[in-house]
């Protein structure tokens, strides 16, 4: 844990608008006055100075990561990336930090967060705010456990220990669907399985809905970020679930990075993960043996216990794969043993009941053997931008009377992105602005984009050959050939498409915005 003194830094996350401002500037005093160090965007970033570097510089330094988690910054994607960022220190860092402490700022127990928070945050316990008398009251707590040198306390407020509060609620089962809504949704991760607002792209959905019911069946999802991935997936196991078959929706953004230590680390949490969603005991001291590689033992967890465990096919669904990418030991080997399960499925009866979604952002770009490999058999899925003709349904679905000459307008803008087209449908349905307001503003600092811009401007400048080589397609007319690498990671981003063997920005947001904030980098 942290040390615990006078010399204890604090990042506090907050939505840089108020109320969420005000409050920030509460906690950022009281933490100041109590002698401690403390980190506030706009108060500690001098004009002129760099704020991803700063950003990227206090994250690494701080002790304490307090979330200000309000209705808006549960939507906010700065706020999201900070909490990913923060997660991802603590999972590499010996000392454990920085320890998470989330506080609900006016926002009810009920209310659910975006996909990424609830896995970034899942088992983390969090406070409540509500009132101007919470902030002293929050803040002494914590104190008075630093005064007393327990800094192991206060991490605990991670683990369910610091007090009666309830846990993070785990992420609602796909086979429960919210009811169906009418009210426009704020775009905010997966769309809810009863939502109004998610468009089906014909063939996509039924071929899915027809292969996962075939035995020993592999579906693979492929596309850029914020284009449906995650719903797709939802949907694809929900059908599965109406057949009778048991369903495990399992992302790795919920793996602490220890886990991606080595090979055997990893898939013990796999097969761990999996049967604690089936609800069957732990039994990997029965079933792994040193004797035996680890690929043996997590296919013979698999085949002698987890399969014939069951009765029913078993769904698995595998979201955000491109963590593995990080770690090529591990990648190779774990993808290689999905492939070999895969055919095992051709003619083993006990394998045909496990059926594959595997989920990752455009191309692999790590080397794997050809014939080992999941990512050339099965079903393939690229999901594609929306249509104009799918632009004016979501239209009309927000209560937006349009004619398709105000669709053009606006796809010139953000082309067919699904994100981004929601976001300007949610915006304009709720009277926040005109089509015409939107479109002056989008590629600015004053615009409804302004987070998800800033979030991909913080990721470009951290990776220099990144944002040299967006600054290269962005200045040509004509579409540029990159290197593989930082096109694959362009790609993987969303920040770009692709023409042939070349590449242009995704939309002209994104020429307009990076064309002007990466200049004076």
Excluded at 231 to 244: E, F, H, P, T, V
Aim: a negative charge; charged letters at 20%; glycine letters at 6%.
């Amino acid at each position: 844990m942290p040390a615990a003194s006078k010399s204890a830094r604090f990042f506090i996350s907050y939505r840089s608008q108020d109320p969420d401002l005000s409050l920030a500037q509460n906690f950022y005093e009281g933490i100041k006055a109590a002698g401690y160090e403390a980190f506030m965007a706009s108060e500690s970033i001098r004009l002129g100075e760099k704020w991803p570097w700063r950003i990227d510089e206090e994250l690494k330094r701080c002790d304490y990561f307090l979330l200000l988690l309000s209705e808006r910054s549960a939507t906010s994607e700065m706020v999201t990336e900070e909490v990913r960022q923060a997660k991802q220190l603590r999972d590499s860092s010996d000392q454990h930090k920085p320890v998470i402490l989330p506080i609900r700022v006016n926002f009810p127990w009920s209310t659910p967060l975006n996909y990424d928070l609830r896995g970034y945050l899942q088992q983390i316990q969090q406070r409540e705010w509500n009132s101007p008398a919470d902030t002293s009251k929050i803040l002494q707590e914590i104190f008075s456990l630093l005064a007393d040198g327990e800094s192991g306390r206060v991490g605990n407020l991670e683990s369910g220990e610091f007090g009666d509060e309830q846990l993070f609620p785990a992420i609602a089962s796909s086979a429960h669907p919210p009811l169906p809504v009418a009210e426009p949704e704020l775009p905010e991760g997966q769309v809810g399985l009863a939502s109004e607002f998610y468009i089906e792209r014909p063939p996509i959905e039924s071929d899915c809905y027809e292969t996962i019911l075939q035995p020993g069946s592999l579906i693979r999802i492929k596309a850029p970020r914020q284009t449906g991935k995650t719903s797709l997936m939802a949907r694809i196991l929900y059908q599965a679930s109406q057949q009778g078959y048991l369903t495990v929706p399992l992302s790795f953004q919920l793996a602490d990075g220890r886990v991606f230590a080595d090979l055997d680390k990893f898939l013990q949490w796999f097969c761990a993960s999996v049967g604690r969603r089936l609800r069957l005991p732990n039994k990997l001291a029965d079933y792994w043996d040193v004797i035996f590689g680890s690929k043996d033992n997590c296919t013979a967890y698999f085949e002698e216990y987890l399969l014939p465990e069951i009765n029913q096919p078993l769904a698995l669904g595998l979201d955000e794969v491109d963590y593995v990418f990080q770690y090529p030991e591990i990648a190779g080997d774990f993808f290689d043993l999905l492939r070999v399960w895969h055919e095992k499925g051709k003619n083993l009866d006990i394998w045909r009941k496990l059926r594959l979604v595997v989920v990752h952002s455009t191309e692999v770009y790590i080397q794997l053997n050809i014939n080992h490999s999941p990512f050339n058999v099965g079903l393939p899925i690229a999901l594609s931008d929306l249509t104009p003709q799918q632009v004016l349904d979501l239209a009309q679905r927000h209560g937006i009377n349009w004619s398709s000459s105000q669709v053009d307008q606006l796809m010139a803008m953000v082309g067919g992105h699904p994100y981004l087209v929601r976001v300007a449908l949610y915006c304009i349905a709720r009277q926040n602005t005109t089509l015409d307001m939107l479109l002056q503003i989008a590629p600015t600092e004053a615009g409804p984009y302004n987070e998800h811009l800033h979030r991909h401007l913080w990721n470009l400048e951290q990776r220099p050959e990144l944002a040299a080589a967006m600054m290269d397609v962005i200045t040509n007319t004509n579409a540029v050939r990159l290197d593989s690498m930082q096109c694959f990671k362009l790609l993987s981003m969303g920040l770009l498409q692709q023409q042939g063997n070349n590449v242009t920005p995704r939309c002209d947001l994104y020429r307009q915005y990076f064309g002007d904030r990466l200049r004076v980098i």
